[in-house]
């Protein structure tokens, strides 16, 4: 498999697997399916293992998989969802979850250490979901002068490798983090030819995803992308009950052209969907949302096939469901 430079964790593969899928969270699968699947990723060169205590039974699953004793050279990431308690709270709580999950996964340490909660300006008003706003979101003054020393300590007791943000939150305040001093030394950014944070979208202005991305790789950030296939809007068929309401839902609908191109060029949608964004600029490692081993395989088989060329790229982007 190939490889890129995430930051200062160095080399990676170009896949990473994510954590939703063998948490039981993406659609149905079993424990012991999920188990395989983390191991099949290892064996196939997949150097990354994505994770979160949000994401179902993943961490424990990743402690049954490799039982404390992970092969060398794998690295972890997983994420805290701190929102925006009082300041005195933010560095326990930090602390709190992560050795959570470190014992969940049987780890001494993680590599990289992810705020999951959206950062946004302390007076921000989200567009959908503001009575919320203090459980999903980080406040810009939390996150700079207690999110960060707390990660920074966390860095210092070598409980993490590095630490950094969930790029999904208001675009314009991630982009202030990506500017300040000092930055994350990861960001996951959405990625995918829709350019669509689907249900997770709560605010008014664009996603400026590959912006996003674009920031963060000249800021000297590793790159991790995410939503490849966008909560399933970029499949055959979404694997999972949505509400007729959901974003994610609309934008399977808005995807119909994509499939059709798709089954033109006789290959499947979430195929072509992990390729493309495999193939986009600034994104060192893309995360895998699988569920099975027969959807990595199908992952794998994406990344072996290499960069679409800049005319694929074109037809797929001339279908105009990118950014609006």
């Known amino acids: 498999m190939k490889t890129a430079k995430l930051g200062v964790l160095g080399e990676v593969s170009r896949l990473t697997l994510g954590g939703g899928g063998v948490g039981q969270i993406w659609g149905e699968t079993s424990r012991d399916e999920a188990v395989a699947t983390l191991r099949a990723a290892v064996d196939a060169g997949i150097s990354v293992i994505d994770s979160a205590p949000m994401y179902g039974a993943c961490e424990e699953n990743i402690g049954l998989a490799f039982e404390g004793q992970p092969p060398a050279g794998l690295k972890f990431t997983t994420k805290c969802a701190i929102g925006s308690p009082e300041a005195a709270k933010i560095g326990p709580g930090l ?30 008003v989200y567009s959908h979901g503001n ?3 203090d459980q999903m979101g980080t ?20 409980k993490i490798g590095a630490w950094g943000i969930t790029g999904i939150g208001v675009p314009t305040d991630v982009l202030r983090a990506i500017d300040h001093t000092p930055r994350p030394d990861g960001v996951q950014a959405i990625a995918n030819l829709m350019d669509s944070a689907g249900a997770l979208r709560r605010y008014a202005e664009s996603e400026r995803a590959r912006e996003v991305a674009a920031a963060a790789k000249t800021a000297g950030c590793g790159v991790m992308g995410i939503r490849a296939v966008q909560a399933g809007a970029l499949t055959l068929a979404v694997d999972r009950e949505l509400r007729p309401s959901s974003p994610d839902n609309a934008d399977y609908a808005r995807a119909a052209p994509f499939r059709a191109l798709s089954a033109r060029w006789g290959e499947d949608p979430a195929q072509v969907a992990h390729r493309y964004a495999l193939s986009m600029p600034n994104i060192d490692t893309v995360v895998l949302g699988v569920k099975n081993r027969a959807e990595l395989a199908m992952c794998l088989a994406a990344e072996a096939a290499g960069p679409y060329s800049a005319a694929q790229m074109a037809e797929i982007d001339a279908l105009g469901l990118g950014a609006r």
């Open 95 to 124: 602390a709190a979850s992560l050795e959570a999950s470190l014992k969940a996964m049987r780890l001494e340490r993680v590599d990289l250490f992810f705020l999951h909660s959206n950062i946004h300006a302390d007076d921000f």
């Open 131 to 133: 009575d919320r706003r």
């Open 139 to 158: 406040s810009w003054s939390l996150y700079v002068n207690e999110v960060i020393p707390a990660f920074e300590a966390l860095k210092t007791a070598g």
